[in-house]
């Protein structure tokens, strides 16, 4: 069973940083494209940033240039920093990964921009 757990959800300002973080466990890690995806109220799940096992990055339009996903293998963690944050980046994020073709998600960490 893999385990997902996010932090580092928040308010914070227009203009703000914040950093997402995700721990796995049960899981060979460093096999497993990594995703966060975020849903905010009203919305669809979208995706907001992925990096494969071969830490190849992708990115939303949406996002490109302002967000960076990293990963740490040896930690089982990857990380989302947000920088130049909007009020449309406000939405509920989740980490993910696809392992034998199951989507696994984490429980979601809240982030919130707003003056």
């Known amino acids: 069973q893999v385990q997902l757990v996010e932090s580092g959800g928040g308010l914070v300002q227009p203009g703000g940083s914040l950093r997402l973080s995700c721990a796995a466990s049960q899981i060979i890690f460093r096999a497993y494209t990594m995703a966060w995806y975020r849903q905010a109220p009203g919305k669809e799940r979208e995706l907001v940033a992925s990096?494969?096992?071969?830490?190849?990055?992708k990115y939303s339009d949406s996002v490109k240039g302002r967000f960076t996903i990293s990963r740490d293998n040896a930690k089982k963690a990857v990380y989302l920093q947000m920088n130049s944050l909007k009020p449309e980046d406000t939405a509920v994020y989740y980490c993910?990964?696809?392992?034998?073709?199951?989507?696994?998600w984490g429980q979601g960490t809240q982030v919130t921009v707003s003056s």
């Open positions: 993910n990964t696809k392992q034998n073709y199951i989507d696994y």
């Open positions: 990096i494969s096992s071969g830490a190849m990055t």
